[in-house]
Antibody, heavy 117, light 107 residues
């Protein structure tokens, strides 16, 4: 069955970087794009960007350009999201999600990133 | 950036009642309009894509409609498990945006 399993919770200091992993299984990794979406505590969903599966394609939301990098490791079917220059505003649950017809049909369980000063 | 505005913010209804949720876009989104359900502590669950196509395993009581800038998610008869937050989402080129959500709560 399709699964996206994310890395565990992180606690970071302001100014640090965080790298969240999303290991996929149950589908052909090289045929699906992966999105990253975050959700601050008690808030709505915020799209961060998309990573292509088998080329260098990435597209980031303007808000995160210059601060986020999405990479992939085809050998392990894993996608990574690195966010730099963390502030308290980046405290959120980060989700990876599989692209399906301009939507996301399967989501990771979420990774809580807490940023403190 | 296309802005999605959902209304109402909160909908208070009883089980068995019909729910009608609205999502309005700041400009036309063609057919790339999606609805998700999210319960506390869980990832979003895909309900509807391409305006009106139910995702796999979604009950027929959920339906989507609309075009251009105005879209609606309807739940024909609320079941206890339907009380949750609902988000609409659109795709424009490779950019996605989400609405702010509508909470459907038990009256």
């Amino acid at each position: 069955q399709v699964q996206l399993v994310q890395s565990g919770a992180e606690v970071k200091k302001s100014g640090a970087s965080v790298k969240v992993s999303c290991k996929t299984s149950g589908f052909t990794f090289t045929t699906h794009y992966i999105h990253w979406v975050r959700q601050a505590p008690g808030q709505g969903l915020e799209w961060m960007g998309i990573r292509g599966p088998n080329d260098d394609y990435t597209f980031y939301a303007q808000k995160f350009q210059g601060r986020v990098t999405m990479t992939r490791d085809t050998s392990t079917s894993t996608v990574y999201m690195e966010l730099r220059g963390l502030t308290s505003e980046d405290t959120a649950v980060y989700y990876c999600a599989r692209e399906y017809k301009s939507s996301s049909d399967y989501w990771g369980q979420g990774t809580l990133v807490s940023v403190s000063s | 950036e296309i802005v999605l505005t959902q209304s109402p913010a909160t909908l208070s209804l009883s089980p068995g009642e019909r729910a009608t949720l609205s999502c309005r876009a700041s400009q036309s989104v063609s057919n790339y309009l999606v609805w998700y359900q999210q319960k506390p502590g869980q990832a979003p669950r895909l309900l509807i894509y391409d305006v009106s196509t139910r995702a796999t395993g979604i009950p027929a009581r959920f339906s989507g409609s609309g075009s251009g800038t105005d879209f609606t998610l309807s739940i024909s008869s609320l079941e206890p498990e339907d009380f949750a937050v609902y988000y609409c989402q659109q795709r424009n080129s490779w950019t996605w945006t989400f609405g702010q959500g509508t909470k459907v709560e038990i009256k």
